[in-house]
C-alpha cells in the first residue's frame, strides 16, 4: 500500500526527471534542495558486497533495508515518470521560450545556492576555498567545446557512461551536457529513440551494454566517495557542492546568443552568453520571472522547514 511518504517521494522523483529533462539542470542540485540528497547517496553506495550476501543468503528483506530499497523504488518511480512526462514539455518550452525557461531555472538555482550555503554553516577560509574551487571548476566545464569526432568504440562508450553518471548525481552538473561534450549523446539517445520503436541491432546492443556498464560502474564508485565524503567532511563537501551549483549558472544564464541560427533542433545549438538589453520588455519579464522562480524555492523551503520542526516538537 502506498503511504503518504511514498507519494511524496513520487513527487520529489518527478520534479528530478523533470530537471534532467533540461541541458544544464542536474537532478542532483534538485535532490540536493529537497533534502534527499545524502540519503539518495547513501542508499546507492549500500550496493556492494553485504548486499550480495544478503542475496545469495535468501535475506531478502534485510537486503531491502540495507539498500532503503522502499526510499529509491518510489523515488525512480518519480524519475521515470518525470522524465517522460515533462521531456516534451521541456522540449516546445526551450524551443519556443528559451529566455524565460532558462530564467526560471537561473532564480531557483540562485535561491538553491543561498539555501545549500547555509547548509555549511561558517565559511572560514578553506571552506571559501573549497566553494570558489567548485565554481571555478564548473564554469570551465559547462563552457567546454562539444567533442567533434569522438573515438568510437566500446571502451570510450563505457567511460562517457561512468563519467555521465557521475556528473548526474552532483549537484549543478548536468550528466546531459557531459554526453554532449564526450560527443556521445546522439548516439546514445538515438539508441534508446530506436529501441522504443522496436528497432535493435547487435552493434546497438554492443554500445548499450557498454554504456550500462559503465553507468553502473561509475555510480557504485562514485556514490561511495561520496557518501565517505559527507559523512566525514559535511560543510566542506557541501561548500564544494555549492560551488558546482555557482559555476553551472553560467551555462542557463537566460540571455543568450544563437551562434547558428540555421540549426532548429535545440540539443544541437551553439550559444554564447550575452549582457541584457535593459530597454527591452522582455528582458524585465524575463527578470521578473527569474525572481518569482527564486522567491517560490525559498518560500518552499521555509515552508517545509516549518514542517519538520512542528513534526519534530508535536508529542508522540
Given at each position: 500500500?502506498?503511504?503518504r511518504?511514498?507519494l511524496?517521494?513520487?513527487?520529489?522523483?518527478?520534479?528530478?526527471?523533470?530537471?534532467?529533462a533540461?541541458?544544464?539542470?542536474?537532478?542532483?542540485?534538485?535532490?540536493l534542495?529537497?533534502?534527499?540528497?545524502?540519503?539518495?547517496?547513501?542508499?546507492?553506495?549500500r550496493f556492494?558486497?553485504?548486499?550480495?550476501?544478503?542475496?545469495?543468503?535468501?535475506?531478502?528483506?534485510?537486503?531491502?533495508v540495507?539498500?532503503?530499497?522502499?526510499?529509491?523504488?518510489?523515488?525512480?518511480?518519480?524519475i521515470?515518470a518525470?522524465?517522460?512526462?515533462?521531456?516534451?514539455t521541456?522540449?516546445?518550452?526551450?524551443?519556443?521560450?528559451?529566455?524565460?525557461?532558462?530564467?526560471?531555472?537561473f532564480?531557483?538555482?540562485?535561491?538553491?545556492?543561498?539555501?545549500?550555503?547555509?547548509?555549511?554553516?561558517r565559511?572560514?577560509?578553506a571552506?571559501?576555498?573549497?566553494?570558489?574551487?567548485?565554481?571555478?571548476?564548473?564554469?570551465w566545464l559547462?563552457?567546454?567545446?562539444?567533442?567533434?569526432?569522438?573515438?568510437?568504440?566500446?571502451?570510450?562508450v563505457?567511460?562517457?557512461?561512468?563519467?555521465a553518471?557521475?556528473?548526474?548525481?552532483?549537484?549543478?552538473?548536468?550528466?546531459?551536457?557531459?554526453?554532449?561534450?564526450?560527443?556521445?549523446?546522439?548516439?546514445?539517445t538515438?539508441?534508446?529513440?530506436?529501441v522504443?520503436?522496436?528497432?535493435?541491432?547487435?552493434?546497438?546492443?554492443?554500445?548499450?551494454?557498454?554504456f550500462?556498464a559503465?553507468?553502473?560502474?561509475?555510480l557504485?564508485a562514485?556514490?561511495?566517495?561520496?557518501?565517505?565524503?559527507l559523512a566525514?567532511?559535511?560543510?566542506?563537501?557541501?561548500?564544494?557542492?555549492?560551488?558546482?551549483?555557482?559555476?553551472?549558472?553560467?551555462?542557463?544564464?537566460?540571455?543568450?546568443?544563437?551562434?547558428?541560427?540555421?540549426?532548429?533542433?535545440?540539443k544541437l545549438?551553439?550559444f554564447?552568453?550575452r549582457?541584457p538589453?535593459l530597454?527591452a520588455?522582455?528582458?524585465?519579464?524575463?527578470?521578473?520571472?527569474l525572481?518569482?522562480?527564486?522567491?517560490?524555492?525559498l518560500?518552499?523551503?521555509?515552508?517545509s522547514?516549518?514542517?519538520?520542526g512542528?513534526?519534530?516538537?508535536?508529542?508522540?
Amino acid at each position: 500500500m502506498i503511504v503518504r511518504q511514498d507519494l511524496l517521494q513520487i513527487a520529489r522523483g518527478f520534479l528530478m526527471g523533470g530537471a534532467d529533462a533540461i541541458p544544464g539542470v542536474s537532478g542532483g542540485t534538485v535532490a540536493l534542495i529537497l533534502g534527499i540528497y545524502p540519503r539518495l547517496v547513501a542508499a546507492i553506495s549500500r550496493f556492494d558486497m553485504r548486499l550480495l550476501g544478503l542475496l545469495t543468503g535468501g535475506e531478502i528483506r534485510e537486503a531491502a533495508v540495507h539498500v532503503d530499497f522502499r526510499f529509491l523504488f518510489f523515488l525512480l518511480l518519480g524519475i521515470g515518470a518525470g522524465l517522460g512526462g515533462l521531456m516534451s514539455t521541456m522540449h516546445h518550452l526551450l524551443e519556443h521560450e528559451m529566455q524565460p525557461t532558462f530564467a526560471a531555472f537561473f532564480g531557483m538555482i540562485v535561491a538553491s545556492c543561498w539555501i545549500v550555503a547555509r547548509m555549511v554553516g561558517r565559511f572560514d577560509a578553506a571552506r571559501t576555498a573549497g566553494a570558489l574551487g567548485g565554481a571555478v571548476f564548473a564554469y570551465w566545464l559547462v563552457g567546454l567545446p562539444l567533442l567533434q569526432n569522438p573515438p568510437e568504440s566500446s571502451l570510450w562508450v563505457f567511460f562517457c557512461g561512468a563519467v555521465a553518471i557521475c556528473a548526474m548525481i552532483l549537484p549543478g552538473i548536468s550528466g546531459a551536457f557531459i554526453l554532449l561534450i564526450l560527443g556521445a549523446y546522439h548516439e546514445i539517445t538515438g539508441i534508446v529513440r530506436n529501441v522504443a520503436s522496436g528497432e535493435l541491432g547487435t552493434d546497438a546492443i554492443t554500445t548499450l551494454a557498454a554504456f550500462a556498464a559503465g553507468a553502473a560502474t561509475g555510480l557504485l564508485a562514485f556514490s561511495k566517495v561520496l557518501h565517505a565524503l559527507l559523512a566525514r567532511h559535511r560543510s566542506m563537501t557541501m561548500a564544494v557542492l555549492t560551488g558546482f551549483m555557482v559555476g553551472s549558472l553560467r551555462k542557463i544564464w537566460p540571455f543568450k546568443t544563437d551562434l547558428d541560427p540555421t540549426i532548429t533542433e535545440f540539443k544541437l545549438k551553439q550559444f554564447e552568453n550575452r549582457l541584457p538589453e535593459l530597454a527591452a520588455a522582455e528582458t524585465w519579464f524575463t527578470f521578473a520571472v527569474l525572481v518569482v522562480a527564486g522567491a517560490l524555492v525559498l518560500i518552499l523551503e521555509r515552508t517545509s522547514a516549518s514542517r519538520e520542526g512542528a513534526t519534530a516538537d508535536s508529542p508522540s
